[in-house]
């Protein structure tokens, strides 16, 4: 294996981009209840029963949702669904009041997002946050967090 293994700018055709991301479930209504109901994601294909794929409506990307019943497809992990939301204590308190159970209420971090963490019906981790001016800019010290 060569010594470095990043690659050369010359040699990367192009950007990387994001179109989805796959979340198995073990039913489909709580799902959809959850991304589409509560978080407000739009239903643009679905196959009853089995899978559904829903569009931010501030974006182009999207998140499927697929029915599966193997247990390692099922055992949320180590990755997190970072969320943004312009309205943040808006959409926390309308999801409290659905039943939603939340590990943090939402704070202000020290790199300027205001975050808030939960689980989904099928306990994967999500982050609903707002960046605000700091979405794109890079925070200094982070060192001292």
Same mark, same amino acid.
């Given at each position: 294996?060569?010594?470095?293994?990043?690659?050369?700018?010359?040699?990367?055709?192009?950007?990387?981009?994001?179109?989805?991301?796959?979340?198995?479930?073990?039913?489909?209504?709580?799902?959809?209840?959850?991304?589409?109901?509560?978080?407000?994601?739009?239903?643009?294909?679905?196959?009853?029963?089995?899978?559904?794929?829903?569009?931010?409506?501030?974006?182009?990307?999207?998140?499927?949702?697929?029915?599966?019943?193997?247990?390692?497809? !099922?055992?949320?992990? $180590? +990755?997190?669904?970072?969320?943004?939301? *312009?309205? /943040?204590?808006? @959409?926390?308190?309308?999801?409290?009041?659905?039943?939603?159970?939340?590990?943090?209420?939402?704070?202000?971090?020290?790199?300027?997002?205001?975050?808030?963490?939960?689980?989904?019906?099928?306990?994967?981790?999500?982050? !609903?946050?707002?960046? $605000? +001016?700091?979405?794109?800019?890079?925070? *200094?010290? /982070?060192?001292? @967090?």
């Amino acid at each position: 294996m060569p010594k470095n293994t990043r690659p050369s700018k010359s040699r990367v055709p192009s950007a990387v981009n994001f179109n989805h991301a796959l979340i198995y479930v073990k039913a489909l209504d709580p799902a959809l209840n959850f991304y589409r109901d509560l978080l407000g994601f739009k239903e643009i294909e679905t196959i009853p029963g089995e899978y559904s794929r829903l569009r931010s409506r501030n974006s182009r990307s999207t998140l499927a949702l697929h029915i599966s019943e193997l247990p390692e497809n !099922l055992v949320p992990g $180590g +990755v997190w669904l970072y969320l943004e939301v *312009k309205e /943040l204590d808006r @959409l926390y308190l309308r999801m409290l009041a659905a039943g939603v159970r939340f590990s943090q209420e939402p704070k202000l971090m020290p790199w300027g997002w205001r975050q808030t963490f939960l689980k989904d019906p099928d306990g994967h981790k999500l982050c !609903l946050y707002s960046a $605000g +001016v700091k979405r794109l800019r890079k925070t *200094k010290n /982070l060192q001292n @967090l």
